[in-house]
């Protein structure tokens, strides 16, 4: 027995059994720092293949590539979003006029609006239901400053990780020679690879933007919409946000449809972000996430599905590469295996 306890303990295998028990324990402890921690390694991951380029291309030294990369990075954003804002706010400024113009339209609509009003006024249900409403719509307003605080915060870290990354690996390879070096060396491995498989996932969620993005402009130009080139922007960076993105940009869309073209442009808008958002849940980002980590599709499907659940949001983006690190880990070979003539004879 305690041969057994001894050759089980000097296996490579058991301590990096450990140290995956470990990692999950911390990462559960500190589930509530969950989006500061995706975020900022994707801003990492995405900082880190600028840098590198950059040191390739230019041959700068590493202090100048990053400010370089972040530079560029922070007059993307802000020449995008100096695009954005001003129009939707001076389409919103237009929208009480547009309405009015409505109105005196169609007359009739006068009328049922203030009957509506009126009945709507004397339910006390729906007095309730709005005071609910307001209070939850404050809660969602209060969340979303925190998530743009928690985005800000984790682009500041990535830029520190970057711009320390040869004294942060000085630091980590001591861990390497210490007396627990045999639970470190794995630790490090595992997180090393599940971030390998985390930016694979992202480089295709970037390929799923895009694609996403080029339909919707498509679809916006048939429709005949305006400001094609603003909306394509923020369309591009709603769609880094799962399930979120989406339903922050119908507000934008919605708006600029009705100024522009009634409430006719506004249903058949919703209707083509309905399509574009289904065939990318049921099929691009299913098929697309599979090619990524060699799983099946159904797997991949049913991954996305049990994440959602269980993680939230951040599920539809971590759930395809924990499945795909787990496997990897258990040493579960994907990639297709091509059957010669002799894996034949010995099969039969």
């Known amino acids: 027995m305690i041969a057994f306890l001894k050759r089980t303990w000097q296996n490579p295998l058991t301590m990096t059994y450990i140290a995956l028990v470990l990692l999950i324990f911390i990462a559960w402890q500190v589930r509530s720092f969950l989006s500061l921690a995706l975020f900022t390694v994707i801003f990492i991951y995405l900082g880190n293949a600028a840098i590198v380029g950059i040191e390739r291309h230019l041959h700068l030294h590493h202090l100048w590539a990053t400010l370089l990369a972040y ?20 389409e919103a400024s237009n929208l009480p006029h547009t309405i009015d113009k ?20 004397q339910n006390a249900s ?12 404050i809660g969602q307003l209060s969340r979303l400053s925190s998530g743009v605080e928690t985005i800000l915060l984790a682009f500041f870290f990535s830029f520190i ?12 390879h001591a861990f390497t ?12 491995q595992l997180i090393m690879k599940f971030v390998h498989i985390f ?13 996403n993005t080029v339909l919707m402009v498509l679809g916006l130009w048939a429709l005949g919409m305006t400001s094609l080139l603003i909306l394509g922007i923020m369309v591009f960076f709603l769609g880094l946000i799962p399930v979120a993105g989406v339903l922050i940009s119908l507000i934008p869309l919605t708006i600029v449809a009705f100024v522009t073209g009634g409430l006719i ?9 309905i399509l574009i958002h289904m065939f990318e849940s049921y099929f691009l980002h299913p098929r697309l996430m599979a090619n990524a980590t060699n799983l099946p599709i159904f797997v991949t499907f049913i991954t996305l599905i049990v994440s959602e659940q269980v993680l939230g949001t951040w599920g539809l983006l971590v759930g395809v590469p924990l499945m795909a690190f787990f496997l990897d880990v258990f040493d579960v070979q ?15």
């Open 265 to 273: 442009r506004v249903i058949a808008v919703l209707v083509l972000v």
């Open 71 to 90: 530079i560029l990075f922070l007059g993307i954003l802000v020449a995008a979003f100096s695009r954005i804002i001003p129009p939707l706010v001076s």
């Open 177 to 188: 020679r210490s007396r627990f070096a045999g639970l470190f060396v794995p630790m490090g």
């Open 334 to 348: 994907l990639k297709p295996h091509r059957v010669t003539s002799e894996d034949a004879d010995v099969n039969s």
């Open 161 to 172: 990780f970057n711009l320390t990354k040869v004294q942060l690996q000085t630091f980590v």
């Open 126 to 137: 729906v007095i309730s239901n709005g005071k609910t409403l307001l209070t939850s719509g």
């Open 102 to 121: 409505l109105i005196d339209t169609y007359p009739q609509l006068q009328s049922q609006l203030t009957k509506m009003v009126k009945n709507l006024s």
């Open 199 to 211: 930016g694979t996932v992202i480089e295709t969620q970037l390929l799923i933007c895009t694609i």
